[in-house]
């Protein structure tokens, strides 16, 4: 397993932009396709973005596509989640996991789990 330690969260409002960290600890960073959730008040986790183990391949959940940007650096450990266009339905705690599955979506594909940092959105 991984460590994982997320960052950047904070409040925001309607249009803003942010941008999560996550960081690593371990020489299996690189093994591991990455993924990111969350979870609202009120509401079960769900599934954001998702990262292979070379970055080539990215999948995404249709509420953020095309206003979030998952990448990831190897060589720092880090992955990183660039969020556009903020809504209010964004505000949520965020987290970053790792998998040995490639580009799933389903959490108990996640073998490890960072704290989370939180999100919000005002409008």
């Known amino acids: 397993q991984v460590h994982l330690v997320e960052s950047g969260g904070g409040l925001v409002q309607t249009g803003d932009s942010l941008r999560l960290s996550c960081g690593a600890s371990?020489?299996?960073?690189?093994?591991?396709?990455m993924g990111w959730f969350r979870q609202a008040p009120g509401k079960e986790r769900e599934f954001v973005a998702a990262i292979s183990q070379s970055g080539r391949s990215t999948y995404y959940a249709d509420s953020v596509k095309g206003r979030f940007t998952i990448s990831r650096d190897n060589a720092k450990n880090t992955a990183s989640l660039q969020m556009n266009s903020l809504k209010p339905e964004d505000t949520a705690i965020y987290y970053c996991?790792?998998?040995?599955?490639?580009?799933?979506?389903?959490?108990?594909?996640?073998?490890?789990w960072g704290q989370g940092t939180q999100v919000t959105v005002s409008s």
């Open positions: 371990g020489r299996t960073f690189g093994s591991y396709s």
């Open positions: 996991a790792a998998s040995n599955v490639i580009l799933t979506r389903l959490s108990h594909d996640y073998s490890s």
